[in-house]
C-alpha cells in the first residue's frame, strides 16, 4: 500500500519561506493527482494547493502568488513552497495521494500524518 511521509515543517517568523517535502512509498502504484491540505486549530481542513497528473496547479485564494506547488514524478514527490509566510499559515499540513493500484487498477486516496508549520510574529 501507499505510504507518504511529510517533513519540512518547523518555526519561522512571518515574512519568512519554507518548503515542504512528501514522499510517497509502497507496493506497485501510479500516482495521479497530489495535494497539500492544511488544519489549524478550531478550523476545518482546507485545500491549499493541488497539481494533477499533467502538472496543472490550483491554488486556494489565501495562498496565491505566495505558495508553489510542484512534483518529481520520478522521486514520486511533490514540495509546496511557501514564501512570506502569515500568523494565519501556521497549521498542520497534510500531503494527500490520489494513486493506481497496479493489482487492479483501482483508484484511492491517501493520507500523510501532518507536518506542523508554525509562523511567529
Known amino acids: 500500500q501507499v505510504h507518504l511521509v511529510e517533513s519540512g515543517g518547523g518555526l519561522v517568523q512571518a515574512g519568512g519561506s519554507l518548503r515542504l517535502s512528501c514522499a510517497a512509498s509502497?507496493?506497485?502504484?501510479?500516482?495521479?493527482?497530489m495535494a497539500w491540505y492544511r488544519q489549524a486549530p478550531g478550523k476545518q481542513r482546507e485545500l491549499v494547493a493541488g497539481?494533477?497528473?499533467?502538472?496543472?496547479?490550483n491554488y486556494a485564494d489565501s495562498v496565491k502568488g505566495r505558495f508553489i506547488i510542484s512534483r518529481d514524478n520520478a522521486k514520486k514527490m511533490v514540495y509546496l513552497q511557501m514564501n512570506s509566510l502569515k500568523p494565519e499559515d501556521a497549521a498542520v499540513y497534510y500531503c494527500?495521494?490520489?494513486?493506481?493500484?497496479?493489482?487492479?487498477?483501482?483508484?484511492?486516496?491517501?493520507w500523510g500524518q501532518g507536518t506542523q508549520v508554525t509562523v511567529s510574529s
Open positions: 494527500h495521494v490520489v494513486a493506481t493500484r497496479h493489482v487492479d487498477m483501482g483508484a484511492k486516496t491517501y
Open positions: 509502497g507496493t506497485m502504484f501510479s500516482i495521479n493527482s
Open positions: 497539481i494533477s497528473s499533467g502538472g496543472l496547479t
